[in-house]
């Protein structure tokens, strides 16, 4: 089987359990939380996502990562996963103590100091998650990726689970004359009810792996571990970077929007709603990250690896300018998903779908940092990223209201993934065919734009309009096909 296809075939069983689980979320909990909840709501749970993101990259400091480099050698395995998953396990109980002593002065950082009950659940929430971070790596390095995908579809359903039971059925049954539980719910701070629906997902996916811990050795290799934590260090200055590239945009509007908390809260909820449109596209580089880092890795011994990784940038790029162009042709439809109320932000969406493909390229554009163990380029690549994100958000933010960190995202991945091909080319090179990954992206934008002219030019109605966008989809994709037919058969058929 093609190296390609096979990459492929796991990034669309990594995708299945990424895509199923946040299409859930999407078809059921978006629409959900858009129509129950008030724009300010949805605006608090947004903003705590965003800051449990940052927290679980300190939490887990990369250690999956670095259980990578160092356990993806048969031999190294069982010594690598039990000194990761020990560390994680001491430093993961004193974070998440530390957190809960000090919920009240965090809450009121965070300017909500009514509700320290949010801090700490979170607390347990990115703890479980933490502990859960080496199990699912090794899934990764074992080449296990339907247990993976098992297990992540099965967190979501256990969280919609609880989200119904605790906002849906409990209400239904007080209404029924079940007052005993009128005493457990606090219905002005029903946001709350999500969070403890997440914990209990998060504690439930622990438990479905601690099979992987049951069969570890209970040794620590202080030398190995302090190799670890060296690899692993510039990697976390990446990860915190890269959580505050695609989201410090949403706490940011709370700061800098207006000076009303109240109305910057409620543009932080329209906001979050237009990213749950762009998730889609998130998720297929999730999932190509997924099932891509252990691919590069287990192959950097391959006489023909850059020719390998040079056609994996090239197909990333191609089906990332697919998955782009579906969404735009279609927005008219999709945005239903949305509550009312939430849609005056998906003007913003175009933009962070073309940001999320140079997300995409600079995962492919950096691995060379990560084979060559040159991390610490990879973290002032990110650095420099975050400081594009924050620098533009604060200009734009004041003044563009949502728009500020779409543009913001897209000039930061812009500039990583530049960075990152550039650099590589200098201490690694690997042949990236650019001209044809440019035609890809700038081909996709060329038939959006047309879109837009012809719509504006006829003004169809919704009917009308989504045969048009299906037509001009059907011919970006003859003219992929007429142009590229033999490398598109290529990519993935070509045996090596």
């Given amino acids: 089987m093609s190296l390609l296809k096979k990459l492929a075939g796991e990034t669309a069983i990594y995708g299945t359990s990424s895509i199923l689980s946040r299409l859930l979320h999407y078809v059921i909990l978006t629409p959900y939380f858009t129509r129950v909840f008030g724009q300010g709501e949805y605006g ?19 250690m999956e990562t670095a259980f990578f480099r160092y356990g993806s050698r048969e031999e190294d395995m069982e010594k690598s996963f039990s000194t990761a998953s020990l560390s994680l396990l001491a430093s993961t109980i004193v974070l998440a103590a530390l957190f809960v002593l000090a919920s009240q002065p965090i809450a009121a950082w965070l300017k909500y100091p009514e509700h320290p009950e949010y801090v ?3 607390a347990f929430i990115i703890g479980l998650d933490a502990l859960s971070a080496i199990p699912f790596a090794r899934l990764r390095l074992e080449n296990r990726p339907v247990r993976f995908a098992i297990i992540k579809t099965l967190n979501i359903l256990i969280n919609i689970f609880f989200i119904f039971l605790f906002l849906e059925v409990g209400p239904w049954l007080i209404g029924q004359g079940w007052e005993g539980l009128e005493a457990l ?35 620590f290799d202080p030398a190995l571990w302090r190799r ?36 910057n809260i409620r543009m932080m909820g329209v906001y979050s709603a237009a990213t749950k449109i762009a998730v889609l596209m998130n998720l297929f580089t999730q999932a190509f990250n997924y099932a891509a880092e ?52 998906l003007g913003v969406v175009p933009l962070l779908l073309l940001s999320y493909i140079f997300l995409g390229l600079y995962y492919n554009f950096s691995i ?27 200009w734009l933010i004041p003044t563009t209201g949502y728009y500020g960190p779409g543009w913001a995202a897209l000039a930061c ?52 309009a989504m045969s048009l966008h299906t037509a001009l989809l059907g011919l970006w994709l003859l003219g992929i096909l007429g142009i590229e037919r033999r490398q598109v058969r290529n990519l993935f058929l070509k045996r090596g």
């Fill in 185 to 219: 719910y606090r219905w002005e701070t029903r946001i709350t009810y999500v969070f403890i629906a997440n914990c209990m997902a998060s504690a439930a996916v622990l438990m479905m792996l601690l099979p992987l811990f049951r069969k570890m050795k209970l040794e």
């Fill in 294 to 345: 252990p691919f590069f890795f287990k192959n950097a011994g391959r006489a023909d690896k850059d020719k390998v990784y040079a056609q994996v940038g090239q197909a990333f790029a191609l089906a990332g300018s697919l998955v782009f162009i579906g969404i735009m042709l279609y927005l008219d439809l999709i945005q239903y998903f949305l509550g009312r109320d939430f849609r005056e932000g």
């Fill in 228 to 263: 670890m934590l060296a690899y692993a260090a510039p990697l976390v200055i990446v990860g915190v970077a890269g959580v505050i590239n695609q989201l410090i945009g949403i706490p940011m509007i709370k700061e800098l929007a207006s000076d009303d908390l109240e109305a």
């Fill in 368 to 394: 060379w940092f990560k084979l060559a163990d040159r991390t610490a380029i990879g973290g002032w690549i990110a650095t420099g990223g975050s400081a594009i994100t924050i620098g533009l958000n604060i």
């Fill in 44 to 62: 608090v749970v947004s903003d705590m996502y965003t800051w449990a993101a940052l927290l679980l990259v300190l939490f887990t400091y990369r």
């Fill in 120 to 122: 700490i659940w979170f």
């Fill in 413 to 464: 991945y812009l500039f990583m993934a530049l960075a990152s091909y550039w650099t590589g080319q200098k201490y690694y090179p690997i042949p990236y065919p650019m001209g044809r990954i440019m035609a890809y992206i700038g081909s996709a934008l060329a038939i959006y734009g047309l879109s837009l002219w012809l719509d504006k030019l006829l003004q169809p109605g919704l009917a009308a």
